[in-house]
């Protein structure tokens, strides 16, 4: 397993994918905005989600 989450930031909001495996998408994508601390928090989250 060789899991990758892929990162589109811009200005205010970014959208999140992550993978599992090549060709293997985890869940759907997602964004989060940038003016909401709690959504950033999010990120920190997202290794330990896929590798559980």
């Given at each position: 397993m060789?899991?990758?989450?892929?990162l589109?930031?811009?200005?205010?909001?970014?959208?999140?994918?992550?993978?599992?495996?090549?060709?293997?998408p985890?869940?759907?994508?997602?964004?989060i905005?940038?003016?909401?601390?709690?959504?950033?928090?999010?990120?920190?989250?997202?290794?330990?989600?896929?590798?559980?």
């Amino acid at each position: 397993m060789n899991p990758v989450i892929g990162l589109d930031i811009s200005k205010g909001e970014s959208q999140v994918q992550a993978f599992l495996d090549k060709g293997k998408p985890y869940r759907k994508s997602f964004s989060i905005k940038h003016a909401n601390l709690v959504d950033l928090s999010v990120y920190t989250k997202i290794p330990s989600r896929i590798l559980s």
